[in-house]
């Protein structure tokens, strides 16, 4: 039954856009992107760090792998792995599980969809693939948030993506709840 009840007790479909529901089993890919901005800013933690406080890379126990494999029983494993087709990612990784991406615009006077979108050319520029098509999931770490703030964290709904400022991308919580 691809049915449930909204807050009016009205049924809607409970399918994303391909029809399927979505999918909390199985091996997810995840790739970390590091945004440094035109001026250098980038968040103060190094590659080494925040693969660590993702993937518990160097021993870090309360960590987004750990926290999804729990909530769902063992049946959700994330990895920086990348696919057989995405290999080329290992060499341009600066960690386990991160690159970075040096962007050619200011956060200091960019929007966040300017600054989203730059960072997506950059990478998939630079590892010569798109992202959408060889990661499940894709977080991009901004030093901090200088226009439109308001905001520790955003994704999209069913998307691949989601974008993290200051610290808030340490927290498990913030994690689950941005990409589960």
Not at 73 to 82: A, D, S
Not at 99 to 108: C, G, N, R
Request: charged residues 20%; aromatic residues 8%; positive net charge.
């Amino acid at each position: 039954n691809n049915l449930a009840t909204n807050r009016r007790g009205r049924y809607r479909s409970n399918t994303n856009r391909n029809g399927n529901l979505a999918k909390f089993e199985g091996v997810k890919r995840v790739l970390v992107v590091r945004v440094i901005d035109s001026e250098g800013r980038a968040h103060a933690d190094s590659a080494e760090v925040i693969s660590d406080k993702i993937f518990g890379t160097a021993g870090d126990q309360e960590n987004m792998i750990q926290q999804f494999r729990d909530c769902s029983f063992g049946k959700l494993t994330l990895t920086h792995e990348p696919a057989t087709s995405a290999n080329s990612v290992l060499s341009h990784l600066s960690a386990p599980g991160v690159i970075e991406a040096t962007i050619p615009v200011s956060l200091m006077n960019t929007t966040r969809a300017v600054i989203r979108n730059q960072v997506t050319q950059v990478v998939e520029n630079k590892l010569g693939l798109r992202l959408a098509e060889n990661f499940d999931h894709v977080m991009y770490i901004l030093q901090k948030c200088y226009v439109q703030c308001g905001w520790g964290a955003y994704a999209y709904v069913n998307s691949w993506n989601s974008v993290y400022q200051g610290n808030y991308y340490r927290f498990p919580g913030v994690q689950l709840h941005e990409i589960g």
